[in-house]
């Protein structure tokens, strides 16, 4: 099946488009692609806009840099501002971040559904009630175990020190078929094993009839009185030129931009939530790397992105994973330079990077700052920071245990240890909040969901409270942290919300 | 497996000194060898044109006052960051990034993006022993001929149920 068929990049817009349809989605990723699909099997006309560009599978290679330019925002290096900052990522591409992501897929643990039940009032939000979004979601991207000859060394080491210490691990869940272990998930999957948006639902959306112009930037949400009346924006040429004006009219929005993306165009819009909690109650899921150097060669790039969890600590809202990261992304993080950053990169091949990833209680705020646009403020809590260096603490100790003979740990000035006697004694002192180094690619919470509209900026199935037509679709709807990688749920709340549309379609006018 | 090129950036000539400096002292010696240097301006423009122009107006003034704020280093003795010679150089980001606040926070980004830039040379990664390509070649036929009915049925039923266009 093509995928060009109904697909419109920039080259191809010389003059301003004046659009119509019964829907307009903005964004393409796990959201906006699979509620287009969804919407676009039940007849609907759908229009999807996506600022990134389109790059289709045959185009991917291993190369970070180039990756980062053409499929991140702001080549991957977004940053929310605090003490200490955290850097994040967000795709931008057709397909959106689940181009880029791990392809991990985990239903959302029943213990955070019960918790945005009984906090937020949403409703049909029960393990339950998700079961069949969940089992779609899963059916739709080919969810299931990695095959035993693509796990890598790395992993088998990190598993290894998990058993050692006897911690509970466990492999992970994956939208693929038959992956291949390129270990290239963050780069774009050069194989299309990874069954990102990009060669799911995105095809199948434009098979059903979607149109979709990629390149293309919404500025703003447009409204008469309290209904939305559809979205109007620009192409955006190479390099970020502006190029032709873009109007679409259409009854019912989608905003599905993610959480950073999609406060930020409300907000332009002039959007307000009751609740106050438009472009707030942001989480993000702060983890930290730990590099380990082992005696043996690794090769840590020959096998999957990342094949186990270990789950022992999650009730402290700990989860410890090892990701192989390519020279560049490692080099970017090391605390060296020079002679000793050389010095280390030399022992790549025998390098596991490994680390903590924090279901934080803190929470940040997007804002629209005048001249540089959105931009990202996030509060660390203490708890937060204490668990952060736990986390390193532990995945030290399984890198330790299973041969690593030194380990650098993230936190800026931190000497090499090279023990687990060394770690503990390190450790005993306290870290600097200040000096954690943190990433982040789990952003969530913007628009968050709640049947009260004192508390929530849309309802349980994510329509916008008080703004007739427009619904969020995307990890900006969740109440909060949910521990685990988001994409399923994300997919899940879609598919869900999106059988909600088609039941109201009359309704809405589409 | 293969990806269009990318339009050749351009520094200012200002940006271009301070930022060559800066890669010779960041990047590990061998950046000299060869054109390499001037192969990670080249990525450093493209990486600096991947920014939103808030953050890459940040780094480019970041790289001028890191390169003016040298004269005020004592052992430069005037002389920009440029013009240092390559142990006070070290010395002077050294110091910087020893600081712990906003500007040392600055020359840590960009000696991120920097190294980040020279490990994105292929024969440097090549020193290193990474040359994913063969290898993702070989594993890319293995799952072909160990899955390829699986593939195919796997992708056919994400879309089976489609009607062609046109079709009722």
Not at chain 2, 76 to 95: K, N, Q, V
């Amino acid at each position: 099946m093509s995928v060009r068929r109904g697909l419109t990049s920039q080259a191809e817009i010389t003059h301003e488009l004046n659009l119509e349809c019964g829907v307009v989605v903005v964004g393409s990723g796990a959201g906006g692609a699979t509620v287009a699909a969804e919407l676009a099997e039940a007849g609907v006309d759908v229009i999807v806009l996506e600022e990134g560009g389109y790059h289709p599978t045959g185009s991917f290679t291993a190369e970070t840099g180039r990756a980062l330019r053409t499929l991140y925002r702001d080549g991957g290096g977004g940053m929310a501002i605090g003490r200490p900052s955290v850097l994040f990522a967000e795709g931008r591409c057709v397909g959106g971040s689940t181009v880029v992501n791990g392809g991990m897929s985990w239903r959302t643990p029943p213990r955070v559904l019960d918790r945005w039940a009984e906090q937020e009032g949403v409703l049909a939000i029960s393990e339950e009630d998700l079961d069949p979004y969940f089992a779609r979601a899963e059916s739709l991207h080919s969810v299931g175990l990695q095959d035993p000859e693509t796990i890598g060394r790395d992993s088998e080491l990190f598993k290894a020190g998990a058993d050692a210490k006897g911690w509970n691990i466990v492999p992970n869940r994956r939208n693929q078929l038959h992956c291949a272990g390129t270990n290239s998930c963050t780069t774009g999957c050069p194989t299309g094993a990874k069954r990102s948006m990009l060669v799911t639902s995105v095809p199948r959306a434009l098979s059903l009839g979607a149109r979709l112009f990629a390149d293309c930037r919404v500025d703003r949400v447009t409204r008469s009185g309290a209904a939305v009346t559809g979205v109007t924006g620009h192409v955006v040429r190479p390099g970020g030129r502006k190029g032709p004006a873009i109007t679409v009219r259409a009854r019912t929005v989608i905003v599905a931009g993610g959480a950073i993306q999609t406060p930020s165009l409300l907000m332009r819009s002039g959007l307000r939530s009751a609740s106050g909690q438009l472009g707030r109650n942001l989480s993000l899921h702060p983890n930290a790397m730990v590099t380990a150097f082992f005696d043996e060669d690794v090769t840590g790039w020959h096998g999957v992105h990342q094949a186990f969890q270990i789950r022992e600590f999650a009730g402290e809202g700990l989860l410890l994973t090892a990701v192989n990261l390519s020279p560049t992304m490692l080099a970017g993080i090391l605390p060296a330079y020079g002679r000793e950053l050389g010095a280390l990169m030399a022992d790549y091949n025998r390098i596991v990077t490994a680390g903590p990833l924090v279901t934080d209680t803190g929470t940040g705020r997007v804002r629209n700052v005048p001249g540089v646009g959105p931009q990202v403020f996030y509060s660390l809590a203490d708890r937060d920071a204490v668990r952060v260096v736990r986390g390193v603490e532990l995945t030290a100790e399984a890198l330790f245990a299973a041969g690593a003979r030194r380990v650098l740990l993230p936190f800026a000035g931190a000497p090499e240890v090279r023990s687990p006697g060394e770690l503990r004694r390190l450790l005993a002192r306290p870290v600097s909040r200040r000096s954690l180094q943190l990433y982040s690619i789990h952003l969530m919470g913007t628009a968050r969901m709640s049947e009260d509209p004192r508390r929530g900026v849309t309802d349980s199935f994510g329509e916008f409270h008080g703004a007739g037509g427009l619904f969020v679709t995307d990890a900006s709807l969740f109440p909060g942290p949910i521990g685990i990688n988001p994409m399923e749920t994300v997919v899940a709340l879609a598919l869900r919300n999106a059988q909600r549309l088609i039941e109201r379609r009359d309704r809405l006018g589409f | 497996m293969t990806a269009a090129p990318e339009d050749d950036p351009r520094l200012s000539a200002v940006i271009r000194l301070a930022a060559r400096r800066f890669a010779e002292a960041v990047c590990p010696p061998e950046v000299r060898a060869g054109n390499r240097t001037e192969r990670v301006l080249r990525e450093f423009g493209l990486m600096l044109a991947a920014l939103p122009p808030a953050a890459r107006k940040a780094l480019a003034t970041a790289l001028i006052l890191l390169d003016q704020g040298a004269r005020v280093y004592p052992p430069s003795r005037g002389r920009r960051f440029a013009r240092l010679d390559d142990r006070t150089a070290e010395a002077y980001i050294r110091a910087l990034l020893g600081r712990h606040d906003a500007a040392a926070e600055m020359v840590q980004r960009l000696k991120s993006v920097v190294t980040m830039c020279y490990y994105d040379l292929p024969e440097v990664q090549r020193e290193i022993g990474y040359d994913p390509a063969p290898y993702i070649a070989a594993v890319s036929r293995r799952r072909l001929e160990t899955y390829g009915p699986q593939i195919r049925a796997g992708e056919a039923a994400a879309t089976e149920e489609l009607p062609e266009p046109g079709e009722p």
